[in-house]
Protein backbone atom coordinates (compact mmCIF):
# COMPACT_ATOMS: atom_id res chain seq x y z
CA UNK A 1 0.00 0.00 0.00
CA UNK A 2 2.11 2.82 -1.14
CA UNK A 3 1.61 6.14 -3.16
CA UNK A 4 -1.70 6.51 -5.58
CA UNK A 5 -1.78 5.78 -8.99
CA UNK A 6 -3.44 8.82 -11.32
CA UNK A 7 -4.82 7.66 -13.02
CA UNK A 8 -5.92 4.42 -12.35
CA UNK A 9 -4.00 1.77 -13.27
CA UNK A 10 -5.44 -1.23 -16.04
CA UNK A 11 -5.08 -3.43 -13.13
CA UNK A 12 -6.73 -1.56 -10.84
CA UNK A 13 -9.86 -1.44 -13.12
CA UNK A 14 -10.34 -5.13 -13.10
CA UNK A 15 -11.25 -5.01 -9.29
CA UNK A 16 -14.60 -4.29 -7.75
CA UNK A 17 -14.29 -2.39 -4.51
CA UNK A 18 -14.72 -4.24 -0.96
CA UNK A 19 -17.89 -3.76 0.37
CA UNK A 20 -20.49 -3.70 3.00
CA UNK A 21 -23.55 -3.18 3.48
CA UNK A 22 -25.16 -2.53 7.27
CA UNK A 23 -26.49 0.04 9.26
CA UNK A 24 -25.77 0.76 12.75
CA UNK A 25 -26.28 2.98 15.04
CA UNK A 26 -23.26 5.00 15.93
CA UNK A 27 -22.95 7.71 18.42
CA UNK A 28 -20.42 10.19 16.97
CA UNK A 29 -18.09 10.28 20.45
CA UNK A 30 -14.68 9.10 20.08
CA UNK A 31 -15.47 5.94 21.38
CA UNK A 32 -15.66 2.47 19.70
CA UNK A 33 -17.74 -0.15 21.50
CA UNK A 34 -20.44 0.60 19.10
CA UNK A 35 -18.57 -0.57 16.29
CA UNK A 36 -18.13 -3.80 17.69
CA UNK A 37 -21.02 -5.55 14.89
CA UNK A 38 -19.14 -3.87 11.99
CA UNK A 39 -16.92 -5.75 10.75
CA UNK A 40 -13.83 -3.97 8.78
CA UNK A 41 -13.89 -3.41 5.04
CA UNK A 42 -10.49 -3.19 4.53
CA UNK A 43 -7.61 -4.59 6.38
CA UNK A 44 -3.72 -3.12 5.74
CA UNK A 45 -0.49 -4.99 6.84
CA UNK A 46 1.10 -3.24 9.96
CA UNK A 47 4.89 -1.87 9.10
CA UNK A 48 4.33 -0.86 5.18
CA UNK A 49 4.14 3.40 6.01
CA UNK A 50 6.66 5.22 4.08
CA UNK A 51 9.22 6.29 7.29
CA UNK A 52 7.97 8.46 9.62
CA UNK A 53 3.99 8.04 7.81
CA UNK A 54 1.06 6.57 9.18
CA UNK A 55 0.35 3.22 9.25
CA UNK A 56 -3.17 2.06 8.34
CA UNK A 57 -4.62 -0.98 9.69
CA UNK A 58 -8.43 -1.21 9.39
CA UNK A 59 -11.30 1.19 7.38
CA UNK A 60 -14.69 0.46 8.31
CA UNK A 61 -18.37 2.05 7.12
CA UNK A 62 -21.75 1.99 8.47
CA UNK A 63 -24.59 4.12 7.93
CA UNK A 64 -27.82 5.36 9.73
CA UNK A 65 -30.32 8.32 8.55
CA UNK A 66 -28.04 10.97 8.71
CA UNK A 67 -24.56 10.10 8.02
CA UNK A 68 -22.34 7.56 6.26
CA UNK A 69 -19.94 6.48 9.23
CA UNK A 70 -15.92 5.89 8.73
CA UNK A 71 -13.38 4.49 11.14
CA UNK A 72 -9.76 4.84 10.25
CA UNK A 73 -7.51 2.78 12.48
CA UNK A 74 -3.79 3.28 13.00
CA UNK A 75 -0.95 1.86 14.66
CA UNK A 76 0.17 5.11 15.99
CA UNK A 77 -1.71 8.05 17.78
CA UNK A 78 -2.66 10.60 15.81
CA UNK A 79 -4.05 14.21 16.23
CA UNK A 80 -6.81 14.59 13.19
CA UNK A 81 -7.37 18.04 13.21
CA UNK A 82 -3.55 19.45 13.40
CA UNK A 83 0.01 18.23 11.24
CA UNK A 84 -0.51 15.38 9.70
CA UNK A 85 -0.65 14.28 6.14
CA UNK A 86 -3.75 12.47 6.02
CA UNK A 87 -6.68 12.43 3.31
CA UNK A 88 -9.99 10.92 2.88
CA UNK A 89 -11.85 10.90 -0.40
CA UNK A 90 -15.08 10.39 -1.15
CA UNK A 91 -16.83 9.04 -4.46
CA UNK A 92 -20.26 9.73 -3.71
CA UNK A 93 -21.81 8.94 -6.57
CA UNK A 94 -19.82 5.68 -6.81
CA UNK A 95 -19.10 6.53 -10.22
CA UNK A 96 -15.32 6.70 -11.00
CA UNK A 97 -15.93 8.63 -14.36
CA UNK A 98 -16.82 11.69 -12.91
CA UNK A 99 -14.60 13.70 -9.81
CA UNK A 100 -10.77 13.07 -9.62
CA UNK A 101 -9.34 9.88 -10.56
CA UNK A 102 -7.78 8.65 -7.47
CA UNK A 103 -6.70 4.68 -7.31
CA UNK A 104 -10.12 3.40 -8.99
CA UNK A 105 -12.66 5.49 -7.96
CA UNK A 106 -14.13 8.95 -9.07
CA UNK A 107 -13.38 11.09 -5.32
CA UNK A 108 -16.23 14.03 -5.53
CA UNK A 109 -14.62 15.36 -2.32
CA UNK A 110 -10.90 14.94 -0.79
CA UNK A 111 -10.65 16.06 3.02
CA UNK A 112 -6.91 17.08 4.68
CA UNK A 113 -7.42 16.16 8.35
CA UNK A 114 -4.20 18.20 9.28
CA UNK A 115 -5.20 21.65 7.79
CA UNK A 116 -9.08 20.64 8.43
CA UNK A 117 -10.05 21.78 4.65
CA UNK A 118 -11.14 19.94 1.81
CA UNK A 119 -11.84 20.19 -1.68
CA UNK A 120 -14.83 19.76 -3.78
CA UNK A 121 -14.43 18.21 -7.35
CA UNK A 122 -17.87 18.89 -9.20
CA UNK A 123 -18.13 20.54 -12.42
CA UNK A 124 -17.05 24.05 -12.00
CA UNK A 125 -13.80 22.61 -10.76
CA UNK A 126 -12.40 22.36 -7.40
CA UNK A 127 -13.84 24.05 -4.57
CA UNK A 128 -12.06 24.49 -1.38
CA UNK A 129 -14.22 23.99 1.39
CA UNK A 130 -14.38 24.01 5.36
CA UNK A 131 -16.00 21.26 7.72
CA UNK A 132 -19.89 22.64 7.50
CA UNK A 133 -19.83 23.08 3.71
CA UNK A 134 -17.60 19.46 3.58
CA UNK A 135 -20.78 17.98 6.26
CA UNK A 136 -17.70 16.15 8.17
CA UNK A 137 -17.46 15.80 11.98
CA UNK A 138 -14.75 13.66 13.05
CA UNK A 139 -14.09 13.06 16.92
CA UNK A 140 -12.05 11.95 19.48
CA UNK A 141 -10.66 15.77 19.24
CA UNK A 142 -7.36 14.42 21.25
CA UNK A 143 -4.70 12.10 19.85
CA UNK A 144 -6.13 8.73 19.49
CA UNK A 145 -4.77 5.56 17.13
CA UNK A 146 -8.32 5.66 15.55
CA UNK A 147 -10.67 8.38 14.56
CA UNK A 148 -14.60 7.83 13.59
CA UNK A 149 -16.21 10.46 11.06
CA UNK A 150 -19.61 11.32 10.22
CA UNK A 151 -20.35 12.42 6.52
CA UNK A 152 -24.07 13.79 5.91
CA UNK A 153 -26.02 12.23 3.80
CA UNK A 154 -27.20 14.94 2.53
CA UNK A 155 -24.87 17.43 2.23
CA UNK A 156 -24.45 19.85 -0.66
CA UNK A 157 -21.13 21.68 -0.77
CA UNK A 158 -21.34 23.44 -3.78
CA UNK A 159 -25.05 24.47 -2.42
CA UNK A 160 -26.82 22.53 -5.57
CA UNK A 161 -25.49 19.09 -5.73
CA UNK A 162 -25.75 16.32 -3.19
CA UNK A 163 -22.57 14.59 -2.66
CA UNK A 164 -24.61 11.10 -2.40
CA UNK A 165 -26.90 10.74 -4.57
CA UNK A 166 -26.91 6.87 -5.26
CA UNK A 167 -27.33 3.74 -3.36
CA UNK A 168 -23.68 3.42 -2.36
CA UNK A 169 -20.27 5.39 -2.10
CA UNK A 170 -16.59 4.87 -2.49
CA UNK A 171 -14.21 5.73 0.15
CA UNK A 172 -10.23 5.52 0.23
CA UNK A 173 -7.75 6.92 2.99
CA UNK A 174 -4.51 8.39 1.85
CA UNK A 175 -1.09 9.69 3.69
CA UNK A 176 -0.11 12.38 1.17
CA UNK A 177 3.87 11.83 1.73
CA UNK A 178 6.10 10.61 -1.14
CA UNK A 179 5.43 6.84 -1.05
CA UNK A 180 2.55 7.10 2.02
CA UNK A 181 0.03 4.31 2.82
CA UNK A 182 -3.09 3.87 1.62
CA UNK A 183 -5.88 1.91 2.24
CA UNK A 184 -7.49 -0.13 0.67
CA UNK A 185 -4.64 -0.62 -1.25
CA UNK A 186 -5.73 -1.76 -5.24
CA UNK A 187 -8.84 -0.26 -5.49
CA UNK A 188 -11.53 2.12 -3.05
CA UNK A 189 -13.88 0.74 -0.42
CA UNK A 190 -17.76 0.74 -0.65
CA UNK A 191 -20.75 1.28 0.58
CA UNK A 192 -23.89 0.60 0.32
CA UNK A 193 -26.52 2.45 2.22
CA UNK A 194 -28.46 0.51 4.30
CA UNK A 195 -32.42 2.10 5.06
CA UNK A 196 -34.02 -1.35 5.64
CA UNK A 197 -34.59 0.57 9.40
CA UNK A 198 -34.94 3.11 11.19
CA UNK A 199 -31.95 4.23 13.20
CA UNK A 200 -33.35 7.76 14.15
CA UNK A 201 -32.55 7.61 17.97
CA UNK A 202 -35.26 8.23 20.56
CA UNK A 203 -35.62 12.14 21.60
CA UNK A 204 -34.74 13.54 24.95
CA UNK A 205 -36.59 15.91 26.33
CA UNK A 206 -35.47 18.59 28.38
CA UNK A 207 -37.51 18.36 31.45
CA UNK A 208 -35.54 16.60 34.77
CA UNK A 209 -36.64 12.96 35.06
CA UNK A 210 -37.74 13.84 39.01
CA UNK A 211 -37.62 17.08 40.48
CA UNK A 212 -35.85 17.07 43.01
CA UNK A 213 -32.66 16.71 40.62
CA UNK A 214 -30.10 19.33 40.75
CA UNK A 215 -29.63 20.71 37.15
CA UNK A 216 -26.04 21.84 36.51
CA UNK A 217 -25.10 23.63 32.54
CA UNK A 218 -21.64 24.00 31.71
CA UNK A 219 -21.59 27.61 29.26
CA UNK A 220 -19.01 29.36 27.47
CA UNK A 221 -21.01 32.43 26.22
CA UNK A 222 -18.44 33.78 23.93
CA UNK A 223 -17.14 36.94 25.47
CA UNK A 224 -20.00 38.45 27.33
CA UNK A 225 -23.00 37.07 24.76
CA UNK A 226 -24.72 36.68 27.70
CA UNK A 227 -25.73 40.40 27.38
CA UNK A 228 -25.24 41.14 23.62
CA UNK A 229 -27.11 38.35 22.41
CA UNK A 230 -29.56 38.10 25.64
CA UNK A 231 -32.99 37.23 23.92
CA UNK A 232 -31.46 33.94 22.72
CA UNK A 233 -29.74 32.97 26.19
CA UNK A 234 -33.03 34.14 27.82
CA UNK A 235 -34.83 31.80 25.49
CA UNK A 236 -31.86 28.72 26.01
CA UNK A 237 -31.95 29.13 29.75
CA UNK A 238 -35.67 29.31 30.20
CA UNK A 239 -35.81 26.08 27.70
CA UNK A 240 -33.07 24.47 30.24
CA UNK A 241 -34.30 25.77 33.65
CA UNK A 242 -31.03 25.58 35.47
CA UNK A 243 -29.89 25.58 39.05
CA UNK A 244 -26.44 25.75 38.83
CA UNK A 245 -24.91 27.39 35.92
CA UNK A 246 -21.01 26.94 35.06
CA UNK A 247 -20.28 30.08 32.91
CA UNK A 248 -16.97 30.86 30.74
CA UNK A 249 -16.38 33.63 29.03
CA UNK A 250 -17.90 36.15 31.11
CA UNK A 251 -15.07 39.30 30.77
CA UNK A 252 -17.17 42.47 31.29
CA UNK A 253 -19.35 41.43 33.91
CA UNK A 254 -18.96 41.27 37.46
CA UNK A 255 -20.88 38.06 39.80
CA UNK A 256 -23.64 40.86 40.60
CA UNK A 257 -24.51 41.94 37.18
CA UNK A 258 -24.61 37.85 36.70
CA UNK A 259 -26.74 36.69 38.99
CA UNK A 260 -28.84 39.96 38.47
CA UNK A 261 -29.41 38.73 34.86
CA UNK A 262 -30.37 34.92 36.14
CA UNK A 263 -33.13 36.56 38.52
CA UNK A 264 -34.51 38.93 35.95
CA UNK A 265 -34.86 35.60 33.67
CA UNK A 266 -36.41 33.28 36.72
CA UNK A 267 -37.07 35.46 39.71
CA UNK A 268 -35.76 34.47 43.40
CA UNK A 269 -32.29 34.87 44.80
CA UNK A 270 -29.61 33.54 42.40
CA UNK A 271 -25.87 33.20 44.19
CA UNK A 272 -22.74 34.01 41.81
CA UNK A 273 -18.82 34.11 42.46
CA UNK A 274 -16.08 35.71 40.15
CA UNK A 275 -12.89 34.02 39.84
CA UNK A 276 -10.31 34.23 37.38
CA UNK A 277 -10.15 36.42 33.94
CA UNK A 278 -13.81 34.93 32.93
CA UNK A 279 -15.40 32.41 35.51
CA UNK A 280 -18.76 33.01 36.71
CA UNK A 281 -20.57 30.23 38.73
CA UNK A 282 -24.39 30.85 39.34
CA UNK A 283 -26.51 29.12 41.62
CA UNK A 284 -29.66 29.16 43.21
CA UNK A 285 -28.63 28.04 46.18
CA UNK A 286 -25.77 29.46 48.58
CA UNK A 287 -22.03 29.19 47.69
CA UNK A 288 -20.74 28.89 51.16
CA UNK A 289 -16.99 29.19 49.91
CA UNK A 290 -14.93 29.65 46.83
CA UNK A 291 -11.34 28.81 45.92
CA UNK A 292 -8.63 29.38 43.48
CA UNK A 293 -7.21 25.51 43.48
CA UNK A 294 -3.52 26.56 41.88
CA UNK A 295 -4.54 27.80 38.39
CA UNK A 296 -5.96 30.70 37.53
CA UNK A 297 -8.22 28.14 34.87
CA UNK A 298 -10.29 27.20 37.32
CA UNK A 299 -12.81 27.63 40.31
CA UNK A 300 -13.62 25.85 42.70
CA UNK A 301 -17.04 26.18 44.84
CA UNK A 302 -18.55 24.92 47.86
CA UNK A 303 -22.49 24.59 47.33
CA UNK A 304 -25.55 24.06 50.44
CA UNK A 305 -28.23 22.25 48.53
CA UNK A 306 -30.52 22.28 51.32
CA UNK A 307 -33.76 21.01 49.35
CA UNK A 308 -31.91 18.19 47.45
CA UNK A 309 -30.85 15.55 50.02
CA UNK A 310 -29.50 18.26 52.31
CA UNK A 311 -26.10 17.51 50.66
CA UNK A 312 -23.26 19.73 49.98
CA UNK A 313 -21.57 19.95 46.43
CA UNK A 314 -17.79 21.02 45.48
CA UNK A 315 -18.14 21.86 42.19
CA UNK A 316 -14.83 23.06 39.89
CA UNK A 317 -15.66 25.48 36.91
CA UNK A 318 -12.70 25.38 33.91
CA UNK A 319 -11.57 27.28 31.33
CA UNK A 320 -8.37 25.58 30.35
CA UNK A 321 -6.06 26.99 28.08
CA UNK A 322 -6.76 26.62 24.11
CA UNK A 323 -5.12 25.30 20.99
CA UNK A 324 -1.85 23.71 20.67
CA UNK A 325 -0.98 24.65 24.56
CA UNK A 326 -0.88 21.59 26.17
CA UNK A 327 1.83 22.22 28.56
CA UNK A 328 -0.39 25.07 29.86
CA UNK A 329 -3.43 22.54 29.88
CA UNK A 330 -1.14 19.85 31.71
CA UNK A 331 -0.10 22.14 34.55
CA UNK A 332 -3.84 23.55 34.70
CA UNK A 333 -4.96 20.37 35.41
CA UNK A 334 -2.23 19.07 37.09
CA UNK A 335 -2.67 22.18 39.39
CA UNK A 336 -6.62 21.55 40.32
CA UNK A 337 -6.22 17.81 40.95
CA UNK A 338 -3.62 18.13 43.60
CA UNK A 339 -5.48 20.84 45.02
CA UNK A 340 -8.76 18.10 45.04
CA UNK A 341 -5.85 15.37 46.29
CA UNK A 342 -5.87 17.76 49.29
CA UNK A 343 -9.33 18.05 49.74
CA UNK A 344 -10.17 14.35 49.99
CA UNK A 345 -7.01 13.80 52.64
CA UNK A 346 -8.39 13.73 56.16
CA UNK A 347 -7.69 17.19 57.95
CA UNK A 348 -6.87 19.35 55.13
CA UNK A 349 -10.61 21.21 54.62
CA UNK A 350 -12.92 20.57 57.51
CA UNK A 351 -15.80 22.05 55.74
CA UNK A 352 -15.68 19.47 53.61
CA UNK A 353 -16.68 15.97 54.79
CA UNK A 354 -15.71 13.14 53.35
CA UNK A 355 -18.26 11.59 50.90
CA UNK A 356 -18.92 15.29 49.49
CA UNK A 357 -19.80 14.85 45.92
CA UNK A 358 -17.49 16.45 43.41
CA UNK A 359 -18.09 17.95 39.92
CA UNK A 360 -15.65 19.19 37.54
CA UNK A 361 -17.19 20.99 34.33
CA UNK A 362 -16.95 23.47 31.91
CA UNK A 363 -14.49 24.53 28.88
CA UNK A 364 -11.60 21.98 29.07
CA UNK A 365 -9.74 22.45 25.83
CA UNK A 366 -8.81 19.22 25.32
CA UNK A 367 -7.65 19.55 21.75
CA UNK A 368 -4.11 17.79 22.05
CA UNK A 369 -2.57 15.54 24.34
CA UNK A 370 -4.97 12.56 25.93
CA UNK A 371 -2.81 12.51 28.93
CA UNK A 372 -5.00 15.74 30.28
CA UNK A 373 -7.80 13.38 30.09
CA UNK A 374 -6.18 10.77 31.76
CA UNK A 375 -4.82 13.22 34.74
CA UNK A 376 -8.80 14.59 35.10
CA UNK A 377 -9.83 10.79 35.39
CA UNK A 378 -7.06 8.58 37.20
CA UNK A 379 -5.86 11.44 39.63
CA UNK A 380 -2.54 10.54 37.33
CA UNK A 381 -0.67 14.06 38.01
CA UNK A 382 2.43 14.55 35.17
CA UNK A 383 4.43 17.42 37.25
CA UNK A 384 4.68 15.05 40.42
CA UNK A 385 7.30 17.09 41.86
CA UNK A 386 5.38 20.57 41.44
CA UNK A 387 1.95 19.27 42.10
CA UNK A 388 2.68 16.61 44.36
CA UNK A 389 1.81 12.47 44.06
CA UNK A 390 -0.89 10.71 42.00
CA UNK A 391 -4.04 9.47 43.63
CA UNK A 392 -7.55 7.95 43.51
CA UNK A 393 -9.74 10.95 42.83
CA UNK A 394 -13.16 9.38 44.02
CA UNK A 395 -13.87 8.50 47.09
CA UNK A 396 -13.85 5.22 47.13
CA UNK A 397 -10.45 5.07 45.71
CA UNK A 398 -11.84 4.67 42.22
CA UNK A 399 -11.80 6.80 38.93
CA UNK A 400 -13.90 9.85 38.18
CA UNK A 401 -16.75 9.04 35.75
CA UNK A 402 -17.00 10.59 32.61
CA UNK A 403 -20.21 11.91 31.04
CA UNK A 404 -20.62 11.66 27.41
CA UNK A 405 -23.89 13.03 25.95
CA UNK A 406 -25.58 13.58 23.14
CA UNK A 407 -27.92 15.70 20.69
CA UNK A 408 -31.65 15.29 21.98
CA UNK A 409 -32.62 14.14 17.89
CA UNK A 410 -29.08 12.98 17.18
CA UNK A 411 -26.42 10.48 18.30
CA UNK A 412 -23.76 13.41 18.29
CA UNK A 413 -21.66 14.63 21.18
CA UNK A 414 -19.81 17.82 19.83
CA UNK A 415 -20.11 20.95 22.50
CA UNK A 416 -18.47 23.54 20.17
CA UNK A 417 -19.82 25.20 17.12
CA UNK A 418 -19.30 27.27 14.51
CA UNK A 419 -19.77 27.29 10.66
CA UNK A 420 -17.12 29.69 9.39
CA UNK A 421 -14.22 28.56 11.58
CA UNK A 422 -11.93 25.76 10.12
CA UNK A 423 -12.15 24.28 13.96
CA UNK A 424 -14.93 22.07 13.44
CA UNK A 425 -17.26 20.70 16.10
CA UNK A 426 -15.60 19.07 19.24
CA UNK A 427 -16.59 17.59 22.52
CA UNK A 428 -14.96 19.64 24.75
CA UNK A 429 -17.34 21.12 27.49
CA UNK A 430 -17.10 18.31 29.31
CA UNK A 431 -18.31 16.72 32.42
CA UNK A 432 -16.41 14.50 35.31
CA UNK A 433 -18.01 13.64 38.79
CA UNK A 434 -17.28 11.15 41.86
CA UNK A 435 -19.85 8.39 40.80
CA UNK A 436 -19.56 6.59 44.73
CA UNK A 437 -21.89 9.61 45.75
CA UNK A 438 -23.62 10.79 42.95
CA UNK A 439 -25.43 9.49 39.90
CA UNK A 440 -26.27 11.17 36.49
CA UNK A 441 -29.91 11.23 35.44
CA UNK A 442 -31.17 13.44 32.15
CA UNK A 443 -28.10 14.77 30.67
CA UNK A 444 -28.06 16.13 27.00
CA UNK A 445 -25.99 18.93 24.46
CA UNK A 446 -28.37 21.54 23.19
CA UNK A 447 -28.09 22.76 19.62
CA UNK A 448 -30.81 23.89 18.38
CA UNK A 449 -30.01 24.28 14.51
CA UNK A 450 -30.40 19.79 14.92
CA UNK A 451 -33.65 19.70 17.18
CA UNK A 452 -36.65 18.48 15.82
CA UNK A 453 -39.43 21.07 14.93
CA UNK A 454 -41.53 19.72 17.49
CA UNK A 455 -39.21 19.69 20.28
CA UNK A 456 -38.32 23.15 19.41
CA UNK A 457 -41.97 24.06 19.71
CA UNK A 458 -42.26 22.40 22.74
CA UNK A 459 -40.25 24.73 24.34
CA UNK A 460 -39.68 27.65 22.34
CA UNK A 461 -36.74 27.73 20.35
CA UNK A 462 -35.86 28.31 17.06
CA UNK A 463 -33.33 26.77 14.77
CA UNK A 464 -30.89 29.66 15.15
CA UNK A 465 -30.36 30.30 18.75
CA UNK A 466 -27.76 28.28 20.21
CA UNK A 467 -25.71 29.05 16.90
CA UNK A 468 -25.91 32.54 17.08
CA UNK A 469 -26.15 32.83 21.02
CA UNK A 470 -22.38 31.55 21.17
CA UNK A 471 -19.75 29.39 19.78
CA UNK A 472 -20.20 26.75 22.47
CA UNK A 473 -23.29 24.74 23.55
CA UNK A 474 -24.80 24.70 26.91
CA UNK A 475 -24.09 20.53 28.22
CA UNK A 476 -26.47 20.23 30.55
CA UNK A 477 -26.65 17.25 33.27
CA UNK A 478 -28.59 16.40 35.94
CA UNK A 479 -27.16 14.79 39.23
CA UNK A 480 -28.51 13.00 42.45
CA UNK A 481 -27.18 12.35 45.67
CA UNK A 482 -26.22 8.65 45.73
CA UNK A 483 -25.31 7.14 49.45
CA UNK A 484 -22.06 8.58 50.14
CA UNK A 485 -18.87 6.74 51.58
CA UNK A 486 -16.47 7.21 53.93
CA UNK A 487 -12.80 8.26 52.49
CA UNK A 488 -10.35 5.41 53.85
CA UNK A 489 -6.83 6.66 55.44
CA UNK A 490 -5.04 4.16 53.22
CA UNK A 491 -5.50 1.83 50.54
CA UNK A 492 -6.57 -1.36 51.97
CA UNK A 493 -6.76 -3.83 49.16
CA UNK A 494 -5.86 -3.36 45.35
CA UNK A 495 -7.14 -1.14 42.92
CA UNK A 496 -7.23 -0.70 39.52
CA UNK A 497 -8.15 1.61 37.43
CA UNK A 498 -8.23 2.12 33.06
CA UNK A 499 -9.61 5.47 31.41
CA UNK A 500 -10.09 4.58 28.86
CA UNK A 501 -12.00 1.77 28.26
CA UNK A 502 -12.73 0.71 25.85
CA UNK A 503 -9.00 1.04 26.01
CA UNK A 504 -6.43 2.07 23.36
CA UNK A 505 -2.90 0.54 22.92
CA UNK A 506 -0.94 2.51 25.19
CA UNK A 507 -4.01 2.98 27.64
CA UNK A 508 -2.76 3.85 31.16
CA UNK A 509 -3.79 1.61 33.77
CA UNK A 510 -4.20 3.44 37.99
CA UNK A 511 -3.16 0.80 40.45
CA UNK A 512 -2.89 1.66 43.94
CA UNK A 513 -0.94 -1.14 46.31
CA UNK A 514 -0.92 -0.93 50.49
CA UNK A 515 1.87 -2.95 50.87
CA UNK A 516 4.56 -4.80 49.07
CA UNK A 517 5.19 -5.35 45.58
CA UNK A 518 2.35 -6.87 43.48
CA UNK A 519 2.29 -8.74 39.93
CA UNK A 520 -0.25 -7.76 37.56
CA UNK A 521 -1.40 -10.13 35.14
CA UNK A 522 -3.84 -9.55 32.17
CA UNK A 523 -6.33 -12.70 31.18
CA UNK A 524 -7.87 -13.65 28.42
CA UNK A 525 -11.57 -15.02 28.64
CA UNK A 526 -10.34 -18.50 28.94
CA UNK A 527 -8.35 -17.16 32.21
CA UNK A 528 -4.82 -17.43 30.58
CA UNK A 529 -2.11 -14.96 30.97
CA UNK A 530 -1.02 -13.04 28.73
CA UNK A 531 0.76 -10.49 29.80
CA UNK A 532 2.44 -9.50 32.98
CA UNK A 533 3.18 -6.30 34.32
CA UNK A 534 5.10 -6.05 38.15
CA UNK A 535 4.59 -2.82 40.00
CA UNK A 536 5.43 -1.26 43.15
CA UNK A 537 4.25 -0.06 47.08
CA UNK A 538 1.89 3.19 46.23
CA UNK A 539 0.01 4.68 43.33
CA UNK A 540 1.56 3.51 40.10
CA UNK A 541 0.77 4.07 36.46
CA UNK A 542 1.42 1.22 34.25
CA UNK A 543 0.91 1.05 30.05
CA UNK A 544 -0.77 -2.16 28.61
CA UNK A 545 -0.89 -2.84 25.15
CA UNK A 546 -3.02 -4.87 23.11
CA UNK A 547 -2.39 -8.61 22.66
CA UNK A 548 -2.87 -10.04 19.13
CA UNK A 549 -6.48 -10.91 19.52
CA UNK A 550 -9.20 -8.20 20.31
CA UNK A 551 -11.90 -8.15 22.69
CA UNK A 552 -12.71 -7.94 26.50
CA UNK A 553 -9.93 -9.07 29.17
CA UNK A 554 -9.67 -9.23 32.74
CA UNK A 555 -7.21 -7.45 34.87
CA UNK A 556 -5.99 -9.70 38.04
CA UNK A 557 -3.62 -8.36 41.07
CA UNK A 558 -1.62 -11.19 42.67
CA UNK A 559 -0.60 -9.64 46.36
CA UNK A 560 0.91 -10.88 49.42
CA UNK A 561 -2.04 -9.80 51.16
CA UNK A 562 -4.87 -8.67 49.02
CA UNK A 563 -6.32 -9.39 45.69
CA UNK A 564 -8.07 -6.89 43.18
CA UNK A 565 -9.86 -7.49 39.10
CA UNK A 566 -10.93 -4.99 36.65
CA UNK A 567 -12.79 -5.31 33.15
CA UNK A 568 -10.40 -4.24 30.02
CA UNK A 569 -11.63 -3.95 26.31
CA UNK A 570 -9.02 -4.23 24.13
CA UNK A 571 -9.51 -2.16 20.96
CA UNK A 572 -10.24 -4.17 17.51
Not at 121 to 133: I, Q
Not at 233 to 244: H, M, N, S, T, Y
Amino acid sequence: MKALALPLMALCALLPPVSAMAAHPIMLEGYFDDWDDVAPLSLDPEGDAAAGGIDFLRLSATNDSFALFLRIEMSQELLHHYDNTMILWIDGDDDATTGLPVNGIGADLEWRFGSTLGLFHGDAGPDTLLWSRAGILVAPCYAASAIECAIDRFIMPDGATRLFVGPSAAFLVQDARPGGDVMPDAEGARHSFDDSQSLVPDPILLEREVSTDLRIVTYNVLWDNLWHEAPRFRKILGAIEPDVVAFQEIFSHDAEATAEWMEELFSGTWYAARLGADLVTVSRYPILATWQPGTAYASAHLLEIPSRSDSLLLLFNLHLPWGTNDEGRQHAIDALMGFLRDVMTPGNLPGIPPGTPVLITGDTNMLGDPRQLATMHLGDISDNDTYGPDFSPDWDGSSLEELISRQPNRRLAFTTYKEDSPVAPAHIDRFAYTGSVMEIANHFILHTPLLSEELRALYGLSPDDTRLASDHLPHVADIRRAPPVSAPDAPSRVRLGVFPNPARTGSRIRVDVPALPCRIELLDLAGRCVSILSVARGVSRVHVSAPSAPGMYTLRSRHASTNGTALIVLPD
